[in-house]
């Protein structure tokens, strides 16, 4: 592990507890609180205006756009960027099941969606498969309770963070689990950035793929890694799909436990190979120190790197602190596009025409060092067009930030982004 590598986590720890719950100190910590507060303040009652003014947007279908399934190796290839398209594809998995179904989500709405995956979940429970959920939502989601509402034989997992009093003086149990991962019999396998809800099957803009094939197996086994982590024994997945060196297809998943932490490790290579194109979408692009040199570096060398994230004005205040890299990048000849018809929580990259990414990471600290996550990277030619597709799609509508407009924005805006600079490390 490099010294930066030891720093980034260190730091991502101690930030980390601070935003569980040890922070109560800071509020004295600064003058400026009142003045942040006031900034936030304005920003919210902006962000109410755009919101009214940009809802019949949202409320819109995103617009289809059809991607073939694609033959990689011994596998079968299918992306989805809506998630109406995308539930069908999973409900109809889930009833074709046979022995086993793993699903994991971050958010499970308690919407006509989120119900109708419930539905389907008992029934097949009920026939005798094996059906593993783990949903670290709260509020508004479905929580493991509503499951044992009535009887049924779904296993559940929910996300404890301090099933004992002492975990609470290690800082991998403040790890959350952040994966959107749905796996049957372990040949059939969907893995991206959607959760599960009505709200992300329109007007919103992910993107998932499907695995049909031997590389699933390796999907489920995340799954099961995580799951026997977390369960009491009696409760451990003892069942085991058969596993297979894949060149072209290969999962990158977090592990906080055991502090490995592989996606922005596999960023930061793909990029320094990079020679011809970098099409990155990110929700949530707050990159850190070395991830960001190697992006310059690859401009440097003749690479042209297009970053697309979701347009400021349509966002939460979280977005203000999420540019504080803009200035950087555009400076350095990184073009960032601004992504308008919906709201943008795709976390995908293509490089070359050659490689891929896809999955929950976001390219920020949380996502980097601490959460636990899943990506796939694939290395293909007929994917990584799809993928060059959808980017071109995404961004016939956007708006190209320039510096000079960048630089431009209102001073109450530059200014807030200067106050909430150090969150950037809590993100």
């Known amino acids: 592990m490099s010294a930066s590598t030891r720093r980034l986590r260190i730091r991502s720890w101690y930030f980390l507890a601070l935003r569980r719950g040890f922070s109560a100190g800071l509020v004295c910590m600064s003058a400026t609180g009142l003045l942040v507060a006031l900034l936030v303040a304005k920003l919210t009652a902006l962000q109410a205006v755009t919101s009214v003014r940009g809802r019949k947007t949202r409320q819109e279908d995103v617009a289809h756009l059809h991607l073939g399934e694609v033959q990689v190796g ?147 086994h995340a799954f099961i890694d995580y799951w026997n982590q977390y369960s009491v024994p009696h409760e451990r997945i003892t069942r085991r799909y058969p596993r297979q060196f894949d060149p072209l297809i290969v999962v990158r998943a977090n592990d906080a436990l055991r502090l490995t932490f592989p996606i922005r490790d596999m960023y930061i290579e793909a990029i320094g190979r990079a020679e011809q194109t970098i099409l990155l979408t990110n929700a949530s692009f707050v990159p850190d120190r070395s991830v960001l040199d190697a992006l310059k570096a690859a401009v440097e060398r003749g690479v042209d790197v297009r970053v697309l994230v979701p347009w400021p004005s349509r966002q939460s205040i979280t977005n203000r602190v999420t540019c504080g890299a803009f200035t950087q990048c555009l400076q350095a000849g990184i073009r960032l596009f601004g992504y308008r018809p919906a709201i943008l929580r795709a976390k995908t990259c293509m490089i070359d025409g050659q490689w891929s990414t896809i999955g929950s990471a976001h390219l920020d600290l949380l996502s980097s060092v601490v959460n636990y996550e899943c990506n796939v990277e694939i290395y293909d030619a007929s994917i990584a067009s799809q993928m060059q597709e959808l980017f071109a799609c995404d961004t016939a509508g956007a708006v190209e930030l320039s510096l000079a407009r960048w630089m431009n924005r209102p001073w109450y805006i530059k200014l807030s982004e200067r106050l909430l600079a150090p969150l950037r490390f809590l993100l």
């Open 74 to 220: 011994n596998n079968a290839l299918q992306l989805y960027r809506d998630g109406h398209t995308l539930y069908d594809a999973m409900l109809t998995a889930i009833d074709g099941a046979r022995e086993s179904i793993y699903l994991e989500a971050s958010i499970w709405r308690d919407d006509e969606v989120g119900r109708a995956f419930k539905r389907h979940l008992v029934q097949k429970a009920a026939e005798g498969i094996a059906v593993y959920v783990m949903c670290a939502g709260s509020g508004k989601s479905i929580a493991p309770r509503a499951f044992r509402s009535s009887p049924t034989n779904v296993h559940i997992l929910g996300q404890r963070l301090f099933p004992r009093p002492w975990y609470v003086l290690d800082p991998r149990r403040y790890a959350l689990d952040h994966r959107k991962l749905l796996v049957v019999d372990g040949v059939v396998g969907f893995i991206g950035g959607y959760n599960l809800g009505s709200r992300y099957a329109t007007g919103w803009r992910d993107t998932h793929l499907r695995i049909r094939g031997q590389a699933a197996a390796e999907l489920a």
